[in-house]
């Protein structure tokens, strides 16, 4: 148990230097999701009929196939016709592709669990649809939201460890590194799994306050 703790705190400065591109990962992919996340809700709730079917095919497909496929499709795949991109950026686009998916659903969700009678009672008083949006959805919605948008946020940092098949140095890449020269695989991830925990616990603990605080629908 020594010798681990000993191991750990040698290599743990050099694996905790991942958290900075982990972060950055994180931020600039949760950028990217709610853009495409409010765009794929609007686009299953038109009333026009081939933006919904837009949205259903975005979200569907995106759902149902594995991350990995997708991050190599966006690196490797383009790559093969001529559209390069560094690895970080890579990264970047498929977590956002990925994410905004899932953003698209807690968004409509969100719209959907206002009371309908609300809406029609703004819309008695003369209200326009963009005032009722912004005045009477999305003010409720946004209460709606947020429990399950934390449950993103963490799977979103977990999913960042994807990087590390295109070589993007976040935490399981400086782990992975670690392992490799060292020969102590469980040891290294064990400490990439603790770095882990004490990012991702805290947020599930705030999702959970959020969530009894949430009203009652």
Do not use: H
């Not at 259903?56 to 795949?77: C, D």
């Not at 950026?89 to 977590?95: C, E, Q």
């Not at 209460?143 to 399981?172: C, G, H, Q, R, W």
């Not at 590194?177 to 947020?203: K, N």
Request: net charge positive; glycine share 6%.
């Amino acid at each position: 148990m020594t010798d681990f703790f000993t191991f750990a705190l040698t290599y743990l400065p050099y694996v905790a230097k991942g958290i900075i591109i982990t972060a950055e990962l994180t931020a600039l992919s949760l950028l990217g999701s709610l853009v495409l996340g409010l765009l794929g809700a609007l686009a299953k709730g038109a009333r026009q009929r081939p933006l919904r079917w837009l949205g259903n095919i975005y979200v569907e497909v995106i759902r149902g196939t594995p991350a990995l496929l997708q991050i190599f499709l966006i690196y490797f795949g383009l790559a093969s016709y001529g559209v390069r991109l560094d690895p970080f950026s890579a990264a970047v686009i498929t977590l956002s592709i990925l994410g905004g998916a899932y953003v698209t659903e807690i968004i409509r969700a969100g719209i959907e669990a206002v009371d309908r009678g609300q809406v029609e009672a703004a819309t008695s008083l003369g209200m326009s649809p963009l005032q009722i949006m912004r005045r009477i959805v999305l003010p409720q919605a946004s209460v709606m939201m947020l429990p399950p948008f934390t449950n993103y946020l963490i799977s979103l940092i977990k999913d960042t460890s994807l990087a590390l098949t295109i070589s993007v140095p976040e935490i399981m890449y400086r782990s992975y590194d670690v392992a490799s020269q060292t020969f102590r695989s469980m040891d290294i991830y064990l400490v990439a799994g603790m770095i882990y925990l004490a990012i991702c616990i805290p947020l599930s603990r705030l999702a959970r306050r959020l969530e009894l605080r949430r009203p009652p629908r």
